[in-house]
T-cell receptor, first 112, second 116 residues
Framework: DAMVIQNPRYQVTQFGKPVTLSCSQTLNHNVMYWYQQKSSQAPKLLFHYYDKDFNNEADTPDNFQSRRPNTSFCFLDIRSPGLGDAAMYLC???????????FGPGTRLTVT | AQSVTQLGSHVSVSEGALVLLRCNYSSSVPPYLFWYVQYPNQGLQLLLKYTTGATLVKGINGFEAEFKKSETSFHLTKPSAHMSDAAEYFCAVSDRGSSNTGKLIFGQGTTLQVKP
């Protein structure tokens, strides 16, 4: 089945230690998104790629970076995680950026 | 700027009762409209969407929603709640404009509790 895959599902990192979360898709969609979701809140868009074009949200901290080496993969890098970065990180894809988004199962990040 | 309001952060119904989750949006041009469901420690799953055409849309798991332009609403309903419907529900909109990047504007979410 075509899908959005996120690895790992649970990630524990230490304060200040860089961490990378990964997302892959078999849908061959043009657009890939990264969201941060804190407890009892709606997802918050961090950035997205339309093909190779990177689009950063204005309020996304510089601590968050992303890479998309090819159509199928997209990575979220947190350079120096703080306790406030503990959250669920959701990857999503969209074929054209105009329709629905398809979400992966998420990676729950814990910062110790 | 677009915004989405979900009336009621928590809704509790009995099993077998009608489910009604309310969503209103603010936009001068009707946007694309979506309902997503999220189970604990899972991603979001699309329940249904409205883009064009028939204003009553049917989704998965027996849910449906009606787009009412005059009321700027897109309420989600299900005639008979099941225990497995207990989850977080998000209403979301996306701009139809040519400069649209596909950004979803989410409501704050409604937690649905289903009592036996």
């Amino acid at each position: 089945d075509a899908m959005v895959i996120q690895n790992p599902r649970y990630q524990v990192t230490q304060f200040g230690k860089p961490v990378t979360l990964s997302c892959s898709q078999t849908l061959n969609h043009n657009v890939m998104y990264w969201y941060q979701q804190k407890s009892s809140q709606a997802p918050k868009l961090l950035f997205h790629y339309y093909d190779k074009d990177f689009n950063n949200e204005a309020d996304t901290p510089d601590n968050f970076q992303s890479r998309r080496p090819n159509t199928s993969f997209c990575f979220l890098d947190i350079r120096s995680p703080g306790l406030g970065d503990a959250a669920m990180y959701l990857c999503a894809t969209s074929r054209t950026g105009r329709g629905e988004q398809y979400f992966g199962p998420g990676t729950r990040l814990t910062v110790t | 700027a677009q915004s989405v309001t979900q009336l009621g952060s928590h809704v509790s119904v009995s099993e077998g009762a009608l489910v009604l989750l309310r969503c209103n949006y603010s936009s001068s041009v009707p946007p694309y409209l979506f309902w997503y469901v999220q189970y604990p420690n899972q991603g979001l799953q699309l329940l249904l969407k409205y883009t064009t055409g028939a204003t009553l849309v049917k989704g998965i798991n027996g849910f449906e929603a009606e787009f009412k332009k005059s009321e700027t609403s897109f309420h989600l309903t299900k005639p008979s709640a099941h225990m497995s419907d207990a989850a977080e529900y998000f209403c979301a909109v996306s701009d139809r404009g040519s400069s649209n990047t596909g950004k979803l504007i989410f409501g704050q979410g409604t937690t649905l509790q289903v009592k036996p």
